[in-house]
């Protein structure tokens, strides 16, 4: 049998809600209002109570959230123009140009082989006078944070922000055994509802979270051009709106908000077990080490020196993977001071990370085919 296995299908994703999505849209069109109604601030509501947060203010994207709150903290004078804000060498771009396209120098920290994440070690290393803050990215949605980087903020009063574009849905346990959501751990986060995300509209949408009145107030002032009240403009801020349309869909899916986690906590366990013991624990630190309840597999990194030629291997078996990403942001055109720089592990990652389809709507037997494909590959390799 010819297979056909996508990395993720949006709409065998979005399925299960259709009928539930095209009711909430059909009130919308009906309701005559296209913004600023009551689906975003039903929206706003649900989303603050999930994260556990005091404040929501929704925006069209995730690269708008995260220049909202730095943009915040600038109009709040948290920061000036120039500050440096550390930042993971690998992430996805965004997290990045959010900093340098305010005014903030992102300084680029290499991460660990083991979590691919920042440690409060890989942080000191690049603290200056100027440093002021410290941008946490939960990527591959693994929580990033740990006990040394609060101690590192303590220590030199830096501000935490979260990009937590990849990991909803992911938590910290606390010392009293609860637990927090990321996205309410730092100052304040971004979150990215982009289509393929774990939280996805039916098109862009963004948003942040934050416990602070007086950041909430400002980024809710910052998203509308920085409209104060009805005709007075306090800050010279941009228009970055969610729609009702995005907020409908979202408030749709908020009812059911575990599905894509605990689906894919199931099959990472399933790869885990099912691909050979020995390429996983050589190879694989990153999905060997982490603890289940702090990931909830945006993406499962499979590292592997063969990672083009597993890629064509499997795409011949009818499999689609993907590769995140397959050049760093400090090699990138659009950042020439850095493309001579080095991060290792960085590099390393870019040049062995292939991403597994894991999601809500792939099927087991197509997951015991890639599997069972990928374990194929390494036999024949005469491992
Ligand atoms: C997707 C993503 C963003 C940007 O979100 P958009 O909604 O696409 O603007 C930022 N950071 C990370 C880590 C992401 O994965």
């Keep these: 049998m010819e297979r056909n296995i996508k990395y993720l299908s949006l709409k065998a994703v979005n399925a299960p809600y259709e009928e539930e999505i095209k009711a909430e849209i059909t009130k919308v069109v009906e309701s005559g209002r296209?913004?600023?109604?009551?689906?975003?601030?039903?929206?706003?509501?649900?989303?603050?109570?999930?994260?556990?947060?005091?404040?929501c203010i929704s925006c069209g994207n995730g690269l708008d959230a995260l220049?909202?709150?730095?943009m915040g903290d600038l109009a709040l004078g948290r920061l000036h123009r120039g500050d440096e804000v550390?930042?993971?060498?690998?992430?996805?771009?965004?997290?990045?140009?959010?900093?340098?396209?305010?005014?903030?120098?992102?300084?680029?920290?290499?991460?660990?082989?083991?979590?691919?994440?920042?440690?409060?070690?890989?942080?000191?290393k690049h603290i200056t006078p100027k440093t002021k803050a410290i941008m946490l990215v939960h990527l591959y949605g693994r929580l990033a944070y740990s006990n040394d980087i609060f101690a590192v903020c303590k220590e030199y009063k830096l501000r935490l922000y979260e990009d937590n574009a990849q990991a909803f849905g992911c938590t910290v346990t606390t010392s009293s055994g609860g637990y927090i959501h990321t996205g309410n751990i730092g100052h304040a986060a971004a979150h990215s509802f982009y289509p393929s995300k774990n939280l996805g509209a039916l098109g862009d949408a963004g948003a942040v979270t934050t416990n602070d009145p007086n950041l909430a107030q400002a980024?809710?002032?910052?998203?509308?051009?920085?409209?104060?009240?009805k005709d007075a403009f306090g800050y010279q801020g941009i228009n970055s709106r969610m729609d009702e349309i995005q907020a409908a869909v979202l408030?749709?899916?908020?009812?059911?908000?575990?599905?894509?986690?605990?689906?894919?906590?199931?099959q990472v366990k399933n790869y885990l077990e099912g691909i050979k013991s020995g390429i996983m624990k050589h190879y694989?630190?990153?999905?060997?080490?982490?603890?289940?309840?702090?990931?909830?597999?945006?993406?499962?990194?499979?590292m592997t020196p063969w990672r083009d030629q597993l890629k064509a291997y499997?795409?011949?078996?009818?499999?689609?993977?993907?590769?995140?990403?397959?050049?760093?942001?400090?090699?990138?055109?659009?950042?020439?001071?850095?493309?001579?720089?080095?991060?290792?592990?960085t590099e390393l990652i870019a040049s062995h990370e292939l991403s597994l389809p894991c999601n809500s709507?792939?099927?087991?037997?197509?997951q015991e085919y890639i599997i069972e494909k990928i374990n194929q590959f390494y036999t024949q390799k005469g491992m």
């Excluded at 083991?114 to 440690?119: D, H, V």
């Excluded at 599905?259 to 906590?265: A, D, H, M, P, Q």
């Design 86 to 124: 550390i930042v993971p060498a690998n992430t996805y771009i965004a997290t990045i140009i959010a900093i340098s396209s305010v005014g903030l120098k992102p300084v680029l920290a290499d991460v660990s082989p083991i979590s691919f994440q920042l440690s409060g070690r890989h942080i000191k």
């Design 34 to 55: 296209y913004l600023q109604g009551e689906a975003i601030e039903q929206f706003e509501q649900a989303y603050a109570q999930f994260i556990g947060s005091k404040h």
């Design 284 to 302: 694989n630190p990153f999905l060997h080490s982490v603890a289940i309840d702090q990931y909830v597999a945006h993406i499962v990194p499979f």
């Design 251 to 266: 408030n749709v899916k908020l009812r059911h908000p575990l599905v894509e986690k605990n689906s894919r906590i199931l």
């Design 67 to 70: 220049k909202l709150i730095l």
């Design 361 to 366: 709507a792939l099927t087991e037997g197509e």
């Design 219 to 229: 980024i809710r002032a910052l998203h509308d051009y920085g409209r104060t009240s």
């Design 314 to 345: 499997l795409a011949d078996k009818g499999i689609e993977t993907l590769i995140h990403y397959p050049i760093p942001p400090h090699k990138q055109r659009c950042y020439p001071e850095w493309n001579s720089a080095s991060f290792p592990v």
